[in-house]
């Protein structure tokens, strides 16, 4: 059992932006999360980093998250700059930095449907690909849920396409935690991420945010063509995710540059 936690112990002053850190809304953002036996990320980042297993039905699982959204008002966070709209999809595991004890997620990429991928993926080695990535959704106002949410994207990396389902019934169990919000801090306030540069170096960078006002939603399908390549979260196991959670807009901070991990 995963300990408890309160989100107030976690929410921090946000640092004050310098150089060239961003500032943008996250809209239509959703955390689409799998529990799968802990083995299956063997191998797949260094040894520093160990997968925060839950433990459900007495076997130690491992989380990765399926993350859509699509960045509107992405900005500079000090100086003022043209605003950017794209499309973008991240895939995370929850991990543990071993040196510093710190829950962060380890990314596998990301794709990006703008031509300013350049930037971090060439400048930066992040590894970040290439992908049309398309939003059809319906917002309710008046309840707070969508009555529709459809994203594709269409990539040689990572094509996906999920549809997700909201209604005033929908609730989660969140398997292997004292409560739900000892869940969401693990889920949704990770600050810290790591990665595997296009050099194979480890690179890491921050990010900040307020509470995160997720509601949970349902699955209709899914197909992630990643996991399944990758042997983590199998075709048929796409239907079924541990959790749903989303929301319609929020606002992030990024500190950047990159740096490289020694």
């Not at 112990?9 to 943008?24: A, F, Q, S, W, Y």
């Not at 990572?158 to 989660?172: F, N, R, T």
């Not at 990758?230 to 079924?240: F, M, N, R, S």
Request: hydrophobic share 40%; charged share 25%; glycine share 6%.
């Amino acid at each position: 059992m995963q300990e408890a936690r309160k989100l107030e112990n976690h929410i921090t002053e946000r640092p004050k932006p310098k150089g060239i850190d961003v500032l943008c809304g996250l809209k239509h953002f959703a955390i689409i999360t799998y529990a799968v036996p802990a083995d299956r990320f063997k191998g797949i980042f260094p040894t520093r980093f160990k997968i925060d297993v839950v433990e459900i039905d007495g076997q130690e699982m491992g989380l990765i998250s399926v993350v859509p959204f699509l960045d509107v008002d992405f900005t500079s966070a000090v100086f003022p700059f043209p605003k950017f709209t794209m499309g973008q999809t991240n895939y995370r595991i929850y991990i543990i930095d071993t040196k510093t004890g710190e829950r962060c997620v380890w990314f596998l990429g990301t794709t990006l449907d703008s031509w300013t991928l350049a930037v971090p993926r060439y400048l930066w080695n992040l590894p970040w690909h290439d992908g049309e990535v398309k939003f059809d959704c319906a917002f309710n106002e008046s309840t707070g849920l969508y009555e529709k949410y459809h994203m594709e994207t269409s990539s040689s990396w990572a094509k996906a396409s999920v549809d997700i389902v909201q209604s005033e019934s929908d609730e989660i169990v969140f398997s292997g935690f004292p409560d739900a919000e000892s869940a969401l801090v693990y889920l949704t306030h990770p600050l810290a991420g790591f990665y595997y540069r296009r050099d194979n170096k480890v690179g890491t960078y921050r990010v900040w945010h307020k509470e995160l006002k997720v509601k949970p939603a349902k699955i209709k399908s899914a197909n992630f063509k990643l996991l399944s390549d990758l042997g983590i979260v199998k075709e048929a196991e796409q239907h079924t995710p541990y959790s749903v959670l989303v929301e319609p807009i929020n606002e992030f901070t990024i500190y950047l540059p990159p740096t490289i991990v020694e």
